[in-house]
């Protein structure tokens, strides 16, 4: 019996009577954790939250990402797309925050630079749910669209067309969604089922959207005085009509109207006229050579009017060459020039060795142009 009455404690009894001081990290932190479409381990989110008031913790956290990271080099298998995903995952559930600290959109970046001219992962599901992934952390998500489409990764999946479409219409750009739901419908993406529904909830949004009305098309009702009687089958101009013929009515009596009488100055008292120049100065007359060029006629000469005040000490003739000026150069760019001599062909080194401040600053770069570095002959032309 006892045993059974400790089955049926709900799990916040059992925490409380366990007399654990951790594990309501959630209730603390939870405005800062990022929503997954899968779902979160409560355990683990308690456990990856910790890192925001344990130093320790932190630094581990950072030491598991790099042991996963390297681990993408190491890999053998059949499958390399495989360890990069079980990194992303890892990743998601130990940073809550997704922050740019994290490195997430950076290992997104390096992972699908790394299969995208690889046939083996062009229709794999896995890979274009990875660069949906990493659109959805771009500002500019039609970017790596019009990549995808390029070069023909996830033609055969429906999340493609989805995605791409649903882009297009929160973008108003209603009738270049309406086509990409057209064309997976036509390449019968699978499952065609998914992509259907959609298309079905797509068109049922752009009939409740209200239509433009081109008020060139409008019909213009008669114009009539006010408190005259309609006759029985007339119709009723609308608002919008009456005024539009009132300004047409209005701009009729102002082309019909007399023409404007221009302004003109009078020469009836001698203040109003202007000064009379003498005409050896005025421009009908040039001058002699002489007369034009007297702005070049100083003679250059020594300055002694100003003495420089020297400074008090002795004086070198010759610089020595210990003097010369050092030229500055920077660390991390002589240290980026010298990875690539060494010829690294480490996807994963880069995030190895920099710090939080330089992650954040490549992932800026990455949300700003997330193909910046793709090679030239595979961006969309």
Known sequence: MAECEIEKVDPETAFLASK????????????????????????????????????????????????????????????????????????????PPGGDSSGLVVIYEQCVRAFWHSEQYKDDLRYLKVWLEYADNCFDKEVIFAFLVANEIGKTHSDFYISYA?????????????QTFELGISRNAQPIDKLKAAYRKFFARSMTRPKAIDDSMEKVGPVRSFGTVLAKGENRAPLGSLSSNCDV??????????????YKDSA???????????????????????ERNKENNAIPAKWKSYKIPQRPGTRTGVATASACIPVFVDEECQDSQSMKAEGCNSSSLKIR???????KRETELLRKNPL?????????R
Do not use: M
């Open 166 to 178: 649903l882009h297009l219409e929160s973008k108003n750009k209603f009738k270049a969604a309406n």
């Open 249 to 262: 009515s209005a701009k009729n009596d102002r082309t019909r109207a007399a023409p404007l009488s221009i």
């Open 372 to 380: 910046r570095n793709f090679p030239q002959n595979s961006l969309p």
């Open 20 to 95: 654990r001081e951790s594990g309501n990290e959630w209730e603390t932190f939870k405005e800062n954790v990022r929503p997954l479409k899968r779902g979160r381990n409560i355990d683990l989110l308690n456990h990856a939250l910790k890192s925001h008031t344990d130093i320790n913790l932190k630094q581990s956290l950072i030491h598991h990402r790099r042991k996963l990271i390297e681990a993408i080099d190491e890999y053998k298998g059949e499958d390399p797309l495989l360890p990069w995903l079980q990194c992303i995952k890892w990743v998601q559930e130990a940073f």
């Open 268 to 290: 009836a008292t001698g203040e109003t006229c202007p000064p009379q120049l003498d005409p050896s100065h005025s421009w009908h007359t040039l001058g002699a050579r002489a």
């Open 353 to 359: 060795q920099e710090d939080e401040k330089d992650l």
